[in-house]
């Protein structure tokens, strides 16, 4: 169901965020992250000049490289706009993701290493989106490889779908169902 209508308003500004999913030849998994920022309207920027309506105040990238593991094996960032001449210069710090499993407090781990002063801003909130669409890009292809997996599997307890006690834990997850069944 799209949203309602809304009072008349401007449109001013649309961030996009796109991410694509790849298994590579090599057995690793890509995940390409790309975020613009545009406005409708003209305005000046010191470092760039006129910034035109369409034109993009940000455009990053990202490509997060994984194994079956969580491994960081790559993680590449580029900027190709940008409102400040400085802000490609944080984009080689990214490198220092590779060798981290995302797990538990990967978010945490990723401010840490190129967040906040050390970092962009724009980089590290694309970070999230990135990490989801692994998650999805391997859900099921990654199954039944040769090896069983028998850890608890991450998204549970991570949404409300997903609630430990619910529905769809009883049903394909029976054994980490925490809930309880009345007909019993």
């Given at each position: 169901?799209?949203?309602?209508?809304?009072?008349?308003?401007?449109?001013?500004?649309?961030?996009?965020?796109?991410?694509?999913?790849?298994?590579r030849k090599d057995?690793?998994?890509?995940?390409?992250?790309?975020?613009?920022?545009?406005?409708?309207?003209?305005?000046?920027?010191?470092?760039?000049?006129?910034?035109?309506?369409?034109?993009?105040?940000?455009?990053?990238?990202?490509?997060?490289?994984?194994?079956?593991?969580?491994?960081?094996?790559?993680?590449?960032?580029?900027?190709?706009?940008?409102?400040y001449e400085c802000?490609?210069?944080?984009?080689?710090?990214?490198?220092?993701?590779?060798?981290?499993?995302?797990?538990?407090?990967?978010?945490?781990?990723?401010?840490?290493?190129?967040?906040?002063?050390k970092g962009c801003?724009?980089?590290?909130?694309?970070?999230?989106?990135?990490?989801?669409?692994?998650?999805?890009?391997?859900?099921?292809?990654?199954?039944?490889?040769?090896?069983?997996?028998?850890?608890?599997?991450?998204?549970?307890?991570?949404?409300?779908?997903?609630?430990?006690?619910?529905?769809?834990?009883?049903?394909?997850?029976?054994?980490?169902?925490?809930?309880?069944?009345?007909?019993?």
């Open positions: 169901m799209p949203l309602p209508k809304s009072k008349e308003r401007e449109e001013l500004h649309t961030r996009q965020i796109t991410c694509k999913g790849f298994k057995g690793l998994w890509d995940i390409d992250a790309h975020i613009t920022d545009i406005k409708t309207y003209s305005f000046d920027n010191a470092y760039r000049g006129e910034i035109v309506p369409g034109e993009p105040l940000h455009d990053m990238w990202i490509r997060l490289t994984v194994d079956d593991e969580l491994i960081v094996h790559d993680c590449i960032a580029t900027t190709d706009a940008s409102p802000c490609p210069d944080i984009t080689p710090l990214f490198k220092q993701l590779i060798g981290e499993k995302i797990a538990a407090g990967w978010t945490r781990r990723v401010k840490q290493l190129v967040g906040g002063l801003t724009h980089l590290v909130d694309l970070m999230g989106p990135a990490t989801t669409t692994m998650f999805q890009t391997m859900a099921g292809i990654s199954k039944g490889r040769g090896s069983i997996d028998t850890s608890k599997p991450f998204y549970i307890s991570g949404c409300h779908a997903w609630a430990s006690d619910g529905i769809q834990v009883k049903l394909h997850h029976p054994k980490y169902y925490t809930g309880t069944d009345e007909s019993e």
